[in-house]
DNA sequence: AGCCGTTTTGAAAGCGCTTTCATTTTTGCA
DNA sequence: TGCAAAAATGAAAGCGCTTTCAAAACGGCT
């Protein structure tokens, strides 16, 4: 075991840059004669583990705390006042110590800042799939309050698995987040009661005694988006339903229900259909109740996917939306009010869930109450729902 | 100042469960008398800062590798290797560690490792807008890739805002992220060249000489979607483009030009209006295109989203897709093929380029060579085009 | 039994930052 | 001018883990 020079100087691939700016340091190796690729893995290991940086040309260690406090002729724990504002410091001190900071480009390893001070400055958020459009928006909402914050959120996805939903949970918890917002899903609620023993959780989307919800009022949406169709004339109503193993599906078929009920129809099962949420359930059901010939002038959809789905379905049939058949959805994503024919539908506010979310958490954190802002669905009637055109006329579209 | 001991019993909101499971704690307070609320701020910052973590209803240590060492009798070091796997340990010992890290539901501190190990385990992935569906696949198919493996995503925004790209990159940087992946963006490429200095980094989607860059051919694609209507019999194509920042945009309207002059077609500039790749901008373009009275058979946006819009303003004025004026849009969302009608569009693989994204920096971080799956563009024709109905008639509709 | 070369282990020194506690300096006031 | 109180500072002990280095245990020989 000896001490060794490596020289570097060739050039790996992926790094043309390197070149030139490598110079010659002191590695550990187990025997001479190393060659050079595998110096270069030494070079590029040291580099990795910041134990050096490129910097301006040439290699350097990485800049701490305490370079700092060197370099202003102060203690560390000075410049740790300094940084975070935890107690005074002499005007002329604070200034050296800003000088150095400036002069060495420091920037505080917030691993180490998250080691000593027991948090990390994270907030885990438990989605179900983060290219749904659904979620983008809860997330835009999450990041743009947590903004201006030292927390940043970490995101992990479920995919509408309870299994993954916790191992999510688990890697989330494991990756020592400060916080967690649950959206939706259906992972077990005792397993969050016990989580929220060890750090705030917030739910969105779920209602779970003991934790704090941030929800919408489900049964009430899909009641006004019913009753919407049902003021149209409509009375044969067809209902694509969401998973009935989540809570908010069931409940959007509730409202269904009873806004039936409320406009004196029967509920017929034959109407109903559950999908899975996305767009291809939504055009398999539309399929399957026309294949069973089922008769229908309207169509709500549980969430604006499948009602996408379905408006894809219709037109191939050549069944025209609003004219012969209104088609209701729920969510209002961001791109249905560019759909054809823009898409009537009951909106979500998900922007503001993820919001809020945000907000609540860090309150929790901080130790502070908050009271979200109300956030309630909107029924926002747009061009894919008509007045039924001979009201008690079968419906205009042939049963192949 | 005393050492006091608290007695905390009461409920503050949003923590009922709370309630019975904490007990007196000792805390070290400045003065007697304190109030409930702060002895509940003090107990909470206590088990924030897991110094205690609330456990089977009792208040208990926070776990941590010394107290499965001790549990196990055997020293910290061996504990690590057991659970690391970087030596031998003989297997009386392993199992013993193992219990005892079940006994005590241990699960290692991923900040305090980072520190040790001067790395993270945190990718940083750079995007322009997180609720994008665009964005979204490419997220996804980071998420994906990363599934399997000791890392995990950090995301963060850009809003197609060089600054606030530099602001995105600069907040991950100082989460100490092992690398980085950049979607796209307009932020300095002498930046990324400074940051590669430091870590490996990925560029998405833009040619940076210097940088593993993993991009698709611009050009090439919207050569490809503006032939395919040209095959169609159109000749008055208008294009809408992307921002003219973004090399990417600046790529397609070449490559639509180069289309056109293949295609023996005169390049008219008044065909061309510049959008943002966001849907209003879409419909908007195709309003001024009907304005200022300029005549067109077909178009071809630069992105799904300009495309949803430009439907919804041809829809609107009662023009008919693809009977009237057939439609071509780039990317490819998951949505598209659910659009009504189905979107003829150039394929982006954006769950893949993700996904080979993170392969790339993986390999990178590992020190291993890579090389990305080719990622080409591919024309998906759907139901948006249409063979132009009367060739060199002019177009059906209306100018206001 | 004694010796040598492997394997296994544990002690201890960090990683970069915070925070307590004691010490030094400054300030206000008699 | 001197003294007590207040303010400012620094030394040092962690945070929970890794990793080096040296010591201990082991196995196979002679």
């Known amino acids: 075991m000896h001490k060794l020079t490596v020289g570097v100087g060739f050039q790996p691939a992926p790094y043309p840059q390197m070149l030139g700016s490598c110079r010659t340091i002191g590695g550990r190796l187990g025997e001479k004669g190393i060659p050079l690729d595998s110096a270069f893995k030494i070079c590029f290991t040291l580099m990795q583990q910041r134990k050096f940086s490129l910097f301006g040309g040439k290699l350097r260690e990485a800049v701490t705390l305490s370079d700092v406090a060197r370099e202003a002729g102060v203690s ?160 044969r109503i067809a209902h694509i339903a969401g998973p009935q193993s989540h809570p908010d599906a069931i409940e959007r078929l509730q409202g269904y229900r009873e806004a039936l009920q409320q406009g004196g129809i029967a509920f017929d099962p034959a109407l109903v259909v559950e999908g899975d949420y996305l767009e291809p359930s939504g055009l398999m059901a539309v399929e399957s109740l026309l294949a069973r010939g089922a008769l229908f002038t309207a169509i709500f959809a549980a969430n604006d996917q499948m009602a996408y789905g379905a408006n894809v379905a219709l037109y191939r049939r050549g069944i025209r939306v609003p004219q012969d058949v209104s088609l209701v ?69 042939a049963v192949p």
Chains 1, 2 share one sequence.
């Not at 885990?124 to 914050?149: F, H, R």
């Not at 479920?158 to 494991?174: I, P, S, Y």
């Not at 077990?188 to 016990?194: D, I, N, T």
């Not at 008509?386 to 008690?392: K, N």
């Open 76 to 235: 560390p724990s000075t410049v740790s006042r300094v940084i975070n504002g935890t107690a005074r410091v002499k005007p002329g001190k604070r200034e050296a110590v800003l000088r150095a900071i400036e002069r060495l480009h420091y920037h505080p390893n917030i691993l180490a800042k998250g080691l000593a001070q027991g948090r990390s400055l994270t907030i885990g958020v438990v989605t179900q799939e983060i290219s749904s459009p659904y979620y983008g928006e809860m997330l835009k909402g999450v990041e743009q309050a947590l903004e201006k914050t030292p927390y940043h959120p970490i995101f992990a996805s479920g995919h509408w698995r309870a299994d993954q939903e916790e191992a999510a949970l688990k890697v989330l918890v494991g990756r020592q987040v400060d916080a967690l917002v649950v959206m939706d899903g259906s992972v077990p609620g005792e397993l969050l009661l016990e989580l929220v023993k060890t750090m705030p959780v917030v739910v969105v989307g779920r209602n779970i005694p003991g934790l704090p919800c941030l929800g919408i009022d489900n049964v009430q949406g899909a009641l006004e988006g019913t009753r919407h169709l049902i003021e149209l004339g409509h009375r």
């Open 329 to 397: 959805g729920f969510d209002d994503l961001p791109s249905s009010s560019y759909f054809t024919p823009p898409l009537t539908t009951v909106r979500q506010p998900g922007l503001e869930m993820g919001w809020e979310a945000a907000r609540l958490v860090l309150a929790l954190l901080e130790g502070r109450s908050y009271t979200p802002r109300n956030l309630s669905t909107r029924l926002v009637v747009r061009e894919s729902t008509a007045l039924l055109r001979s009201p008690g006329v079968r419906v205009p579209h």
